[in-house]
């Protein structure tokens, strides 16, 4: 992708509006938000699995 913008003659906004570098860039936002909002929801299911079992062996 840098060497894509390195070689195009192009003003720099015109670049980063254009279709393929906006359509990356998206990817790239929901992707790093996917991986964010993983680790917490992962937290919570294995916190909630873990507390249904301590309550089941309690009883």
Do not use: F, H, Y
């Amino acid at each position: 992708m840098t060497l894509l913008l390195s070689v195009v003659d192009r003003p720099l906004m015109q670049v980063l509006t254009s279709d393929v570098v906006a359509t990356e860039l998206v990817r790239s936002a929901v992707g790093a938000l996917g991986l964010t909002l993983a680790v917490p929801a992962t937290t919570l299911i294995a916190a909630s699995t873990l507390s249904k079992r301590q309550a089941i062996t309690r009883t």
